[in-house]
């Protein structure tokens, strides 16, 4: 598979591209972020741009991918316009930009407390004509150990993983990146992609 991910500066979209990379069936990743994601591997192609609305149809490197990993995002607390542009703009213009949608699967890094605004999103994604489109609502993450992306915030969270988890409120990153792998695939069996789904998925990939 040939994969296209945001969000690899970030906590998630490091996590992810960290888990699949070696993976066999993962043939190329190219990661579209604001800076170079600091991961050097012969698999993975870089597009930096200063600005993700400034992505073009046009773009030949975009072409020839099977699936998008949007793992760019915020949760809340931040201005709103901001937050909508990042959980809502840019991932609706670059699934508008994607040449071949009808062949490609798109993965859209949702929240477990999604909101009206990555709820918007939600729907339009499952109507842009996609393949297959899917949300993922993960709760507390915990990281590979290879993370260099782990933002105080978000360990703050992590104190918590040992209860979420036995509470069926917490993932593993490992397990998430290879149950997009796993979705890419083979897909699933519904859009909404939850906390426990996230484990069946995985598993199922480990299996095979």
Same mark, same amino acid.
Request: proline share 2%; aromatic share 10%.
């Given at each position: 598979m040939k994969i296209i991910i945001t969000g690899s500066t970030?906590?998630?979209?490091?996590?992810?591209?960290?888990?699949?990379?070696d993976r066999p069936e993962v043939e190329k990743v190219l990661s579209i972020s604001r800076r170079p994601c600091g991961v050097g591997h012969p698999k993975l192609e870089e597009l930096v741009l200063a600005d993700l609305m400034d992505i073009?149809?046009?773009?030949?490197?975009? /072409?020839?991918?099977? &699936?998008?990993?949007?793992?760019?995002?915020?949760?809340?607390?931040?201005?709103?316009? @901001?937050f909508r542009v990042i959980c809502q703009d840019i991932p609706l213009h670059l699934a508008q930009m994607l040449p071949n949608r009808e062949a490609m699967k798109y993965i859209f890094v949702s929240g477990s407390g999604a909101g009206k605004v990555k709820q918007e999103t939600e729907r339009r994604l499952f109507s842009m004509g996609f393949k297959e489109a899917y949300s993922y609502r993960m709760g507390i993450m915990k990281p590979l150990p290879s993370q260099k992306n782990n933002p105080k915030t978000i360990k703050m969270s992590q104190r918590w993983?040992?209860?979420?988890? /036995?509470?069926?409120? &917490?993932?593993?990153?490992?397990?998430?990146?290879?149950?997009?792998?796993?979705?890419? @695939?083979e897909g699933y069996k519904k859009p909404l992609i939850g906390i426990k789904d996230i484990d069946i998925l995985a598993e199922k990939y480990k299996n095979e």
């Open positions: 970030g906590y998630v979209g490091e996590g992810v591209l960290r888990t699949i990379i073009k149809a046009d773009d030949a490197r975009l /072409a020839g991918y099977d &699936g998008v990993l949007f793992c760019a995002g915020m949760t809340g607390g931040f201005p709103k316009e @901001k993983y040992s209860v979420s988890r /036995a509470l069926n409120f &917490g993932n593993t990153m490992e397990n998430i990146g290879l149950s997009m792998l796993e979705c890419l @695939k």
